[in-house]
């Protein structure tokens, strides 16, 4: 089932001297349920853009954007977002944060539903080791247990599809591990579909079932001087076997980093666009008369 | 040889540690204040006991226990209390209309960018008007009753709030605005249980900073055109060259500014203590 579709997307900024910046260039993409897909990109290559487009905080200049196969208006709740920072609201509790979703939707006269909600909440909190700390504000909170609230108020409302910037760009590397596998766990456990961004490749290429590489740097037939923006340069399927952590240390894993460092962060490095590591099951581009005229 | 630690000074240089110390540094240009006065007081009465420029304390507190206790024969009423009552209703009320405006207005501006763009400049360009110099229009529109002097401290008040909440409002991180429509919440929802929520220990503090000026206000106002309050007391003693009933009027506007500004940070501290904790 396609949860997000990409259509020929493009997206581009105007700049100050009249001319536009074109950030996403002819994007395809195409994630299934389930899906827990990582995306990484050298820095100024239109993650954050990316996410924006797909939140409804941005419109793209170009190309059509749908979830579930509803055009993706303003932001709302088939899309989930955990943030790297400012996630939680400081004035509530734990507690209150993680059940600032559901209440936006049950009114307060349906006493029993609050009070499901509640208990479910609870759990959720428990399950992620959070369970003495409900009553306490998020400036009372670790960098860590603000982030592990912040999942839980995400996910319980069901998002289609939960998007993360960088959420663990911020804890330190043991917090950093502990929150990987947590995260992974709760992917398995209530079938979640994940766009995951990070600028640490380790992590990319550890978390996902589906690695994404967006990347400015290639080259195709539209000529040397023309401006191109960041296309998918790299979508493979990944095989994860158990979850422990063990597994960054194995030399498979670290070639796959080399490989995929080589490919989308290194400028000099240019593939052609019908050159493009795209082999994962669910990829497709289809590329303009201009980008392949040879 | 024993070498007892180095300790730093108690009051000079930027590394003092003053510590009990403190206290008295805080109580000593108080003591100083009254020292000084009731020094040149006694100095001024002894060369001409009929001195009314700097009265005595037990002349200021006499007088005051008159105005407190004794009820005026011509209204029939204790002018202390009276006057009190008076200014600080006037003053409730006009800070009071300037909050629930400004809030208002903060949510519009800051929220919305139609609103931004409708009221942002013309809020601003309002508070740079000096409020005392549209008084007369104020007067003469409005007539010179309880009108005329709650407008003038709205205006002379409103602005600034206004600035203050919208800046508060629209520093609040974009991205907690997108967390809460992808959580579900409808705009109203936003509005009322996201944004206004977090605004009330802004809202109390700006208030705080605005009774201050409120103050001015009331007193330029109450000093044009009134009957009664504390301003008003204070312009009409004057005529009499009346310094028993101006200083204590003067020590107890102080020492209500003093106590409203107190409430209302003791209230941010006990009911809000994310808003400390988050401002830094």
Redesign the interface.
Known sequence: MNILHFQDVDKAYPTPNGDDFLVLDNIDLTIKKGEFCTLVGPSGCGKSTLLKLI?G?EQATQGTLTIRDNIAG????T???V?Q???L???KTVLENVL??PF??IPFWKKDERAEVKAYALELLEKVKLGEHTAK????LSGGMQQRVAII??LI?K?EILLMDEPFGALDPGTREFMQTLLLELWEEYNLTILFVTHDLEEACYLGTRLLVLSQYYSDDRGEDFQRGAKFVVDQQLHRGALSTHVKEKPDFNKLVESIREQGFNPKYLQHVKEFDLNHPDSWSTLSLEEHNS | MSSRPQRSSYIWGIFARPGRLKWLLAALPFLISIFTYTFFSAKRHEANPSEKLMPSWSQMVKRTTELATVPNKRTGKLVFWDDTWSSVIRIAKGVGLATLVSVMLALFIGVFPAGHALGQNFTNTISFIPPVAILPILLVAIGVGEASKIGLIFIGTFPLMTRDLTLYVKGL?R??I?????????QW?LIW??IF??MIPRIIETIRLSIGAGWIFLIVAEGISSSEGLGYRIFQARRYMAMDTIIPYVIWITLLAFIADTILRLVIHFF????R??KS
């Open positions: 939140l905080q303003n932001p709302d709740s899309r989930g977002i943030y920072r400012y996630s609201y400081p004035n600032a979703g936006f939707k504000y998020p400036h009372e108020q995400a409302t998002p | 991180p991205e907690q997108i967390k809460t429509m992808t959580l579900g919440a409808s929802q249980k996201v929520p977090q809000y203590p994310w808003y904790a988050n």
